[in-house]
Structures are given as C-alpha cells and as structure tokens.
C-alpha cells in the first residue's frame, strides 16, 4: 500500500455542511501536508502541520495529526460549492529524503448547491 | 513568473512518437519536481533537480523518460517512443528548498498517446 492513502475516495455534501477528509500513512514524518486540485488544474497547497503539532487551524480549514495512529484529518467547516475539489494529503519521510513528498490518491469533494 | 507556467497545456500524439514538455518554474526556487497522474490516481514522483546537485532519477518509469534543466530554471521532461499507457497529467512543481517543503504547482501538461 502507498503512504498517504485518502478516505473516503468520494464525498458529496449540501452546501453549509461540514465536510471531513481522512488521511492514513505508514511511516515516521516530518510533516503532512493536505493540497487541493480543482479539476484540470495544478495542486494548491493549504496546510501544513509538523509532527509535533496536533492540530492546526486556518480559515475554515481545520487539521488534525495523529501520529500514534498515522493518521490524519482535514475538516472543512461550512462547505460552498467553490471547495469542490480533489483533496490531497502529503507527506515528508523523516529520516530520509525530506524534498520528496508522498501522496495519496485523493479524495473528490463535491459541494453541492 | 508569478506562478509555474508548463506548456503546452494539452499534447495529443501518436504511439512512437517523442514528445518534450516544458516547465518553468517561479523564480528563484532552486528545486524542481515533476510528477504524473493517471487518471483518478494520485501523483507519482518521477525526478527531483535541486540546483547544481545530481538529480534524482529515480522515479522514472523507464529509460524512454528523461528530464533536464538547463541553468538552473526552465527543465524539459522527455519520452520517447511514447506508449498509450504514458497517457497522463504531468505535473511540475517549484519551491525553495529551504524550510518546509511547501511545493507549487502547475497547470499541468495532459497527454495523451494514440
């Protein structure tokens, strides 16, 4: 299995909802970042939190870190239609090559109005 | 530039045929990445250029792919004798290489192979 592997694979919620984005890895990070791809375009990154953090905010835009459980969780509070997007998360290896990034297969988010 | 500029943005060729994409990065980030993704699929690292240093290669998925950067900016990922199943987005991405390894993106190339 890949590190960085993305529940569920599809999501679809109203408008206004809430919508969580679950990540798993494998291995001891650095860091894990989560990124966002809206359909035919580039990734664009949106946070990131250290191995030593357990939670991050930024906008409506919450994150959490589990590293006991390797695992990780983006919320995004208060859904539109413009967050429809694949959802990426990402992660830096410790104690390896920390450029590379490893991700996952995504999660497709669709925010219904 | 302000953002990772990639050309083109699509590529249709026929199987056997070389294809050559480019990427420029933002300026002033010294390291560059490229990456495919299949349909559906997540990214898949194919090579790594941080400044002068040996790039790492190890991604690609065969001796048919190679890539370079020439004075440090604009890189060229090659393949040759392309194959339907190199049908994909190709990504590249820029940073720093200092701190957090934030990665920006581009638009992408998407090819597909006839």
């Known amino acids: 299995s890949q590190q960085g592997e993305e529940d569920p694979q599809a999501l679809s919620i109203q408008e206004g909802e809430n919508a969580t984005m679950n990540c798993s890895y494998k291995?001891?990070?650095?860091?894990l970042q989560w990124y966002r791809q809206n359909s035919g375009r580039g990734l664009v990154h949106l946070i990131l939190?250290?191995?030593?953090?357990r939670e991050k905010h930024s906008g409506r835009l919450r994150v959490t870190l589990d590293t006991s459980k390797k695992s990780s969780s983006l919320l995004i509070t208060a859904s539109r239609a413009a967050d429809t997007a694949s959802y990426f998360c990402?992660?830096?290896?410790?104690?390896?090559?920390?450029?590379?990034?490893?991700f996952g297969k995504g999660t497709l988010l669709t925010v219904n109005p | 530039g302000a953002g990772v500029s990639q050309s083109p943005s699509n590529k249709v060729t026929e199987k056997g045929k070389d294809v050559e994409l480019r990427c420029d990065p933002i300026?002033?980030?010294?390291?560059l990445y490229w990456y495919r993704q299949s349909l559906g699929q997540g990214l898949e690292f194919l090579i790594y250029?941080?400044?002068?240093?040996?790039?790492?290669k190890s991604g690609l998925p065969s001796d048919r792919f190679s890539a370079e950067r020439t004075g440090g900016s604009v890189s060229t990922l090659t393949i040759q004798r392309t194959q339907q199943e190199d049908s994909a987005v190709y990504l590249c991405?820029?940073?720093?290489?200092?701190?957090?390894?934030?990665?920006?993106f581009g638009a992408g190339t998407r090819l597909s192979v006839l």
């Open positions: 291995t001891s990070i650095n860091n």
């Open positions: 990402a992660t830096e290896r410790s104690g390896g090559s920390n450029y590379k990034l490893t």
């Open positions: 300026s002033g980030h010294t390291a």
């Open positions: 250029f941080q400044g002068n240093s040996a790039p790492d």
């Open positions: 991405a820029s940073n720093r290489a200092r701190g957090s390894n934030i990665q920006y």
């Open positions: 939190i250290r191995s030593n953090e």
